[in-house]
C-alpha cells in the first residue's frame, strides 16, 4: 500500500521560504497524481497545488500562484513544494495525497499525517 510521509515544516518569516517533502513508500508515486492541501487553524481544508500523473501537469490555487512551486523527484520518490514569499495567511497544517485520477481531490485515497508551517515575526 502506498504511504506518504511530509517533512519540512516549521516557523518561518513572513517573507520567508520552506519546502516540504512529500515522500512515498510501497509504490512509484509516477504512477499517481499528487495534491498538496492545508488547513489553517478553524478553517476547512483547502486545495493548494496538484502535480498530474506522468506527464507532470502542475496546478496551483490563485492564492499562492507565483508564490509556491511543485516538483517531482521520480529517482528520490518525492514530490516538493516549494514556498517563497511566505505570508501569515499561509499558516496552516499542510498535507500531501495521491490519487489514480487525473485530478486533485479531497477524496484522494493516500494521505499524509501532515507537517505544521507556521509564518510569524
Known amino acids: 500500500q502506498l504511504q506518504l510521509v511530509e517533512s519540512g515544516g516549521g516557523l518561518v518569516q513572513p517573507g520567508g521560504s520552506l519546502r516540504l517533502s512529500c515522500a512515498a513508500s510501497?509504490?512509484?508515486?509516477?504512477?499517481?497524481?499528487i495534491g498538496w492541501f492545508r488547513q489553517a487553524p478553524g478553517k476547512a481544508r483547502e486545495g493548494v497545488s496538484c502535480?498530474?500523473?506522468?506527464?507532470?501537469?502542475?496546478n496551483y490555487a490563485d492564492s499562492v500562484k507565483g508564490r509556491f512551486t511543485v516538483s517531482r523527484d521520480n529517482a528520490k520518490n518525492t514530490v516538493y513544494l516549494q514556498m517563497n514569499s511566505l505570508e501569515a495567511e499561509d499558516t496552516a497544517v499542510y498535507y500531501c495525497?495521491?490519487?489514480?485520477?487525473?485530478?486533485?481531490?479531497?477524496?484522494?485515497?493516500?494521505w499524509g499525517k501532515g507537517t505544521l508551517v507556521t509564518v510569524s515575526p
Open positions: 495525497a495521491a490519487g489514480l485520477s487525473g485530478q486533485c481531490v479531497s477524496t484522494m485515497p493516500y
Open positions: 510501497g509504490s512509484n508515486l509516477n504512477y499517481y497524481t
Open positions: 502535480i498530474t500523473k506522468w506527464n507532470g501537469n502542475t
